[in-house]
């Protein structure tokens, strides 16, 4: 047990703090962090990266959105993730942005994916509505080579779960601007596979989505009840993971904890960047590590 005067050493290095985990001392980057990897008595069970909201297209800037230095930003947090080894990496959606035909979208999606993909180990790809404006679903999955747009998967006895909320209130799949942004949905299929994917499993579950599952305005799924309560009857959900809506947030609704990460593509230059280093204990705490302008927060993921 170390006490947590021990936990808090600090080194006099400007940028840099110290902690002791478990008897092992844990350097972090504290220019940008407010809050920082704190020391307790749980094991490290699994830490994973995350970015959202790209945008990265080869044009203009338009008002806060600059898609071409997307570039650069992303390069910034695959160092951070080289050096903090997450066991993978998820790209909360909207990782590339509108062009004028289906051709330079493809390009656009080439171009940022040659530097995604080589980001660690594994990568997962949510999808957001802007990945399939121009695009079709197919397009974008067989682009970045993900066979599902929903799907779960097991890593450090954690259950994560990958949701598609880009259905148009009839059912039909977003794709060929067929659809209007604020029309989000999980369709009924997904519901039903959500629903059993969650009873079969008994492991403590993470959520990735790209539209919000915790505020019903425009960039809120519209029929986020209906997922709220699966996730709810779980009693397993930690944590849900967000995008779209550009801010960091983070709200509690059913005893689940939904955290919206800040978008990269907003405000030019280094400093305007966001990504997060997200650590998960043994006692199921959450710990987000978050960088340039990505919020560090902590909970306990169950009560
Ligand atoms: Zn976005």
């Known amino acids: 047990m170390i ?8 080194l006099s290095r400007p940028g840099r703090r110290a902690f002791v985990r478990n008897g092992v001392l844990v350097l972090a980057a504290a220019t940008q962090n407010p809050r920082h990897l704190v020391a ?3 094991e490290s069970r699994l830490r994973i990266g995350l970015i959202t909201d790209l945008h990265y297209a080869d044009k ?18 695959a160092d951070r993730f080289e050096q903090d080894k997450p066991a993978f990496i998820v790209e909360l959606g909207d990782l590339i942005d509108a062009a ?8 656009y999606l ?5 530097r995604y993909s080589r980001i660690g ?3 997962h790809y949510v999808l957001g509505n802007h990945c399939v404006d121009t695009l079709t679903k197919q397009e974008f999955l067989g682009g970045v080579g993900q066979e599902k747009s929903y799907y779960s998967f097991d890593r450090g006895g954690i259950h994560f779960v990958v949701l598609d909320s880009c259905f148009r209130g009839d059912g039909e799949p977003y794709g060929r601007k067929n659809f209007t942004w604020t029309d989000a949905n999980v369709s009924a299929g997904e ?6 994917d969650l009873e079969s499993n008994h492991s403590p579950v993470v959520v990735f989505a790209h539209q919000r599952l915790d505020v019903d305005n425009n960039h809120g799924v519209k029929n986020q009840v209906a997922v709220r309560n699966i996730l709810e009857s779980s009693g397993n959900v930690l944590a849900v ?9 983070l709200k509690e609704i059913g005893g689940i904890h939904y955290c919206t990460l800040v978008a990269m593509v907003e405000g030019s230059g280094p400093t305007n960047n966001g990504y997060s280093v997200v650590d998960i204990d043994s006692n199921d705490t959450i710990q987000i590590t978050g960088f340039r302008n990505q919020q560090s927060r902590r909970w306990q993921g169950k009560a």
């Open 110 to 114: 080439k171009t940022v994916n040659q």
């Open 40 to 42: 307790d008595d749980a």
């Open 191 to 196: 519901l039903e596979w959500l629903k059993s």
């Open 100 to 107: 004028d035909s289906v051709e330079t979208e493809r390009r």
């Open 241 to 249: 993971f967000q995008g779209h809506s550009h801010r960091n947030d």
């Open 3 to 10: 006490s947590s005067t021990e936990s808090n050493a600090c």
């Open 60 to 77: 203009l800037s338009a008002g806060t959105r600059h898609y071409r230095e997307t570039l650069k930003k992303l390069d910034e947090a």
């Open 121 to 123: 180990k594994e990568q």
